[in-house]
């Protein structure tokens, strides 16, 4: 009988997995500025390849005049969808006065309501709420005058990711050569298979939740606007950008409604409001999503909510964006490395994967 040694090579290997975990998370954290583009732009390029590759053959573009054409489109298309939402937003921010003092009238009636139906003394109620709200709003010209200095950092960062996603476009027979460079020759079938899969589902997400941004954005701005809730355009369009933002979209858009609303029209309409966009992301979830984005990322809630968390911690609004797609590129990669395999199945939802099928790709 051989004798049991107890070699250290088990927890050497455990401590340089979660040393190297915590190295490149505080790297990440370190390059938000660089790798938040570059993030953006490898998603955006994956989106648009198709359009670029059609320029390119039908139209018989050179890559790069066809890369740029098809960034420019995009950014019509996304410019005309703020100037929307910004000439909402502008409307709002002129009657901001009125507003304060809509509000404030609105806590007074609720004060009274609640005086003369629970018997509690006017003085004594909503006394932290009411000072709250008041800083809050006399404090609301600084903090719009604060919103607008970061305008110039959102306009860089629009501006190097619609480069990143050019050079992208234009150099992907470059990106293609250095992985064929830095990986065995014996790999290179596996390291294919992997980036038709990722790119064709990173492409399908994107796609399903554009198409989903836009049903849920008409249905809310429909339905408030025959409803008569001010500035429903405003909100409907708000409540289907947010909705990009897995289970946190949704409580974003339900606070700025209800503030806005309970401000411009009253209590009566708020819980309107409420009911609404509840119904609408019950609908949402439960039919919408599953339907046009047909479960394209097989991750479980309990990991994707975990990842959205850990995303917006580390890199804000733009990391809880991004965090589901880059879990389902880690989950890609996990299913096709036989030593990573216990990690796929533990980001999995237990579903099959369906046949892969035949597309243009980055890399």
């Known amino acids: 009988m051989k004798p049991v040694i107890n070699s250290p ?54 890559k790069s005049i066809a890369a740029i054409v098809t ?27 009125q507003f304060r003092l809509q509000l404030q009238s609105s806590l007074t009636q609720m004060q009274t309501w609640v005086s003369a139906t629970l018997n509690i003394e006017l003085d004594k109620q909503l006394v932290y709420i009411n000072n709250a709200s008041n800083k809050f709003l006399t404090n609301g010209t600084t903090m719009i005058g604060s919103t607008l200095v970061t305008l ?24 293609r050569q250095f992985f064929t460079g830095i990986f065995h020759k014996r790999n290179m079938a596996m390291v294919r298979i992997i980036a038709e899969e990722v790119q064709s589902i990173i492409r399908q997400y994107i796609l399903g939740l554009l198409i989903e941004m836009g049903t849920v954005s008409s249905v809310l701005c429909v339905i408030f606007s025959v409803v008569g809730i001010p500035y429903g355009i405003l909100l409907g369009l708000l409540g289907g950008l947010l909705n990009l933002i897995p289970y946190l979209g949704i409580f974003i858009t339900l606070i700025i409604s209800v503030l806005i609303t309970f401000a411009m029209a009253g209590i009566s309409k708020v819980f309107l409001v409420v009911g609404i966009l509840v119904i609408t992301h019950l609908l ?14 097989r991750i479980n809630p309990m990991a994707m909510i975990a990842g959205v968390v850990t995303g917006g911690m580390i890199w804000g609004v733009s990391g809880m ?24 199945v533990l980001l999995g939802s237990g579903e099959k994967a369906s046949h892969r099928k035949k597309i243009s790709v980055l890399i």
């Open 9 to 62: 090579s088990r927890y050497i290997k455990v401590t340089c997995v979660l040393v190297s975990i915590f190295v490149v998370g505080y790297l990440v954290i370190l390059g938000k500025e660089i790798l938040s583009p570059l993030f953006f732009a490898a998603l955006l390029a994956i989106l648009l390849l198709p359009a670029a590759t059609f320029f390119e053959r039908k139209c018989k573009m050179k």
């Open 71 to 97: 960034v420019l489109i995009f950014l019509v298309f996304a410019a005309t969808l703020f100037y929307v939402l910004g000439g909402q937003g502008h409307a709002l921010a002129r009657e901001w006065p």
């Open 152 to 175: 110039s950092a959102i306009l860089f960062f629009v501006l190097f990711t619609c480069i990143y996603t050019v050079f992208f476009l234009r150099y992907r027979s470059l990106i």
């Open 284 to 297: 949402d979830s439960n039919l919408l999503f599953p339907w046009i984005v047909g479960s394209k990322v």
């Open 321 to 344: 964006f991004l965090s589901i797609p880059v879990m389902a590129i880690v989950k890609i990669i996990c299913d096709r490395v036989e030593a990573l395999k216990p990690w796929g």
